[in-house]
């Protein structure tokens, strides 16, 4: 499976656009970058995902550059409830397994 | 998104009996389910992935016969853990797919916290 590394924390100013990004330079042609984020003791909600063309969802916008090997996703107005750990994770495609790396602690600060 | 939900959401047990956690998709079919532990401050660490009517496929160093994956519906997965430990005490989570294209995405259960007393 491709790994992905991700800064381990940032802060954003409530009201501003957080970009988080995350590498993935061994990533295969046929992997999908799925972005998903874990608020304090619950499951990991879905955000986004791509594989080659830049997705936007009333969440989120997700980058991806043209070499495909790194990604930043973009959350427009970021508001306190946004205050979470965002995973970056490159889906094996024969398995369909998601394996977590540590993720982004994301901070937003009023 | 699609719905995934855990039961229970909590639970305290005895050290030495077994627990079940089940996990169903609400409103779709879920040909694969996945389980993960997280400990405090730690990532999610992937256990198991089941697919409906087969055996589960365990991750290297996860007990087969410790835990217990059973996915014998298209809605319906569970996790026991048997014969309980207080190490076993953990956050435990499913996820559900319900296709196999690479563009299907995972849904998450909102978790169980196991405590081993």
């Known amino acids: 499976d491709a790994k992905t590394t991700q800064p381990p924390s940032m802060d954003c100013a409530e009201g501003r656009a957080a970009n988080l990004p995350c590498n993935h330079s061994t990533i295969s042609g046929n992997e999908y970058v799925y972005w998903y984020r874990q608020i304090h003791s619950q499951g990991p909600q879905y955000i986004i995902h791509g594989l080659k063309n830049n997705e936007t969802n009333e969440m989120a916008s997700l980058i991806i550059t043209e070499d495909r090997k790194s990604s930043t996703l973009i959350l427009p107005h970021a508001t306190l409830r946004d205050t979470a750990v965002y995973y970056c994770?490159?889906?094996?495609?024969?398995?369909?397994?998601?394996?977590f790396g540590q993720g982004t602690t994301l901070q937003v600060k009023p | 998104g699609a719905v995934v939900s855990q039961h229970p959401s909590w639970v305290i047990c005895k050290s030495g009996t077994s627990v079940k956690i089940e996990c169903r998709s609400l409103?779709?079919?879920?040909?694969?389910m996945f389980w993960y532990r997280q400990f405090p401050k730690q990532s999610l660490m992937l256990m198991a992935t089941s697919n409906e009517g087969s055996k589960a496929t365990y991750e290297q160093g996860v007990e087969k016969d410790k835990f217990l994956i059973n996915h014998a519906s298209l809605t319906l997965s569970t996790l026991t853990v048997t014969s309980a430990h207080p190490e076993d005490s953990s956050f435990y989570i499913c996820?559900?797919?319900?296709?196999?294209?690479?563009?299907?995405?995972?849904?998450f259960g909102q978790g169980t916290r196991l405590t081993v007393v």
């Open positions: 996820s559900a797919r319900g296709g196999w294209e690479g563009n299907t995405e995972a849904f």
């Open positions: 409103d779709f079919q879920a040909t694969t």
């Open positions: 994770i490159v889906r094996a495609s024969n398995t369909g397994k998601l394996i």
